[in-house]
């Protein structure tokens, strides 16, 4: 094999042939041209964030962002304390150097164009673009929650307020939609109203949530916590008792309803609105008093003869705080 410059194709003697006919090493000269010709051609230019007035550019893993530093220095405080005169002076991607083909000579003269080059060589190019899509005002960006944690793991890993803001905003907004998943965000990041409204929909239906993966990576202290809270319901409830006598079916339904609220294997919410569906009722068989009854209970202990899940959340029995 004679050598070349890094970006030449191989050459071969030709009595070299009959050996690399030979199956492994057939393989093993292929996996090298492969290799080779992997880190010959480079990166890529983004899709989305690929400006050419831009003075910056980053690479992650095989991508290569062309970027304002003005605008990623008003959005991040780790972009504007490092974009100095200096930074990106040792991690120039190999590209300025070794061009190969017309796309990788183009992107070449970009870098040699820009103020500053950097390599985030751990980032994942396509969770980067996500942080360029909220942080540049070109296009409508909405938060989901499948981009919802990415946001704020690269908001808190770069120091952008926006992104930070605009994940809590999304979480106290939709946290009733996936609570656990809300609650394990608010607890990491901090969030008090957002961990506090989430815990409520945990408390009434913990062991709904015990099997989740999610659940268990809660902090221990926080799982012990929403575990004390199902358990004070349950205590609560035991030592409530109806003044007023109903007639056998009723009194057989609601007896069951109170003793579901006792048990921490039985959603809460679910058993408030059975028990409010008879407060609520003229269709029984006793007099309308059983059902005057339920309705004062409800609303003496639970806020309402209706109690809604928006009721539940601002009562102490039915949240927790983060520390």
Not at 98 to 106: K, M, Q
Not at 262 to 270: G, Q, S
């Given at each position: 094999m004679q050598s070349r410059e890094p970006n030449a194709c191989f050459h071969f003697h030709s009595d070299a042939i009959d050996?690399?006919?030979?199956?492994?090493?057939?393989?093993?000269?292929?996996?090298?041209?492969?290799?080779?010709?992997?880190?010959?051609?480079?990166?890529?230019?983004?899709?989305?964030?690929?400006?050419?007035?831009?003075?910056?550019?980053?690479?992650?893993?095989?991508?290569?962002?062309?970027?304002?530093?003005?605008?990623?220095?008003?959005?991040?405080?780790?972009?504007?304390?490092?974009?100095?005169?200096?930074?990106?002076?040792?991690?120039?991607?190999?590209l300025a150097q070794e061009p190969l083909d017309d796309s990788s000579v183009s992107l070449a003269q970009d870098i040699r164009e820009c103020k500053f080059q950097v390599e985030l060589s751990d980032e994942d190019p396509s969770k980067f673009a996500i942080l360029l899509d909220l942080i540049y005002p070109v296009k409508y960006f909405q938060v989901t929650w499948a981009t919802v944690e990415d946001v704020l793991c690269l908001g808190d890993k770069y120091l952008i307020d926006k992104a930070f803001q605009t994940a809590k905003n999304f979480l106290e907004a939709k946290c009733t939609h996936q609570p656990l998943v809300s609650l394990a965000l608010a607890e990491r990041y901090r969030f008090a109203q957002v961990f506090k409204k989430s815990s409520t929909h945990i408390i009434l239906n913990i062991c709904a949530h015990m099997d989740n993966p999610t659940f268990h990576a809660l902090s221990d202290r926080t799982q012990r916590k929403l575990f004390q809270a199902r358990l004070r319901i349950s205590i609560f409830v035991s030592h409530l008792v109806f003044n007023t006598s109903f007639c056998v079916p009723c009194l057989r339904y609601v007896e069951d309803s109170v003793n579901a609220l006792r048990d921490p294997t039985i959603p809460v919410f679910a058993t408030l609105q059975k028990l409010a569906a008879l407060g609520n009722s003229t269709r029984i068989s006793c007099t309308e008093s059983s059902s005057a009854c339920v309705a004062r209970f409800l609303d003496s202990h639970f806020g309402s003869d209706n109690p809604t899940m928006t009721l539940l959340q601002g009562k102490t029995m039915f949240f927790v705080e983060l520390d």
């Amino acid at each position: 094999m004679q050598s070349r410059e890094p970006n030449a194709c191989f050459h071969f003697h030709s009595d070299a042939i009959d050996i690399l006919k030979e199956p492994i090493l057939h393989f093993a000269l292929k996996s090298i041209i492969i290799f080779h010709r992997h880190i010959a051609m480079g990166y890529t230019h983004s899709e989305q964030h690929y400006y050419d007035d831009g003075d910056v550019i980053i690479t992650c893993q095989d991508t290569a962002f062309r970027l304002h530093s003005a605008v990623l220095k008003l959005s991040s405080e780790f972009f504007k304390a490092k974009f100095t005169s200096t930074w990106g002076s040792t991690s120039t991607p190999h590209l300025a150097q070794e061009p190969l083909d017309d796309s990788s000579v183009s992107l070449a003269q970009d870098i040699r164009e820009c103020k500053f080059q950097v390599e985030l060589s751990d980032e994942d190019p396509s969770k980067f673009a996500i942080l360029l899509d909220l942080i540049y005002p070109v296009k409508y960006f909405q938060v989901t929650w499948a981009t919802v944690e990415d946001v704020l793991c690269l908001g808190d890993k770069y120091l952008i307020d926006k992104a930070f803001q605009t994940a809590k905003n999304f979480l106290e907004a939709k946290c009733t939609h996936q609570p656990l998943v809300s609650l394990a965000l608010a607890e990491r990041y901090r969030f008090a109203q957002v961990f506090k409204k989430s815990s409520t929909h945990i408390i009434l239906n913990i062991c709904a949530h015990m099997d989740n993966p999610t659940f268990h990576a809660l902090s221990d202290r926080t799982q012990r916590k929403l575990f004390q809270a199902r358990l004070r319901i349950s205590i609560f409830v035991s030592h409530l008792v109806f003044n007023t006598s109903f007639c056998v079916p009723c009194l057989r339904y609601v007896e069951d309803s109170v003793n579901a609220l006792r048990d921490p294997t039985i959603p809460v919410f679910a058993t408030l609105q059975k028990l409010a569906a008879l407060g609520n009722s003229t269709r029984i068989s006793c007099t309308e008093s059983s059902s005057a009854c339920v309705a004062r209970f409800l609303d003496s202990h639970f806020g309402s003869d209706n109690p809604t899940m928006t009721l539940l959340q601002g009562k102490t029995m039915f949240f927790v705080e983060l520390d």
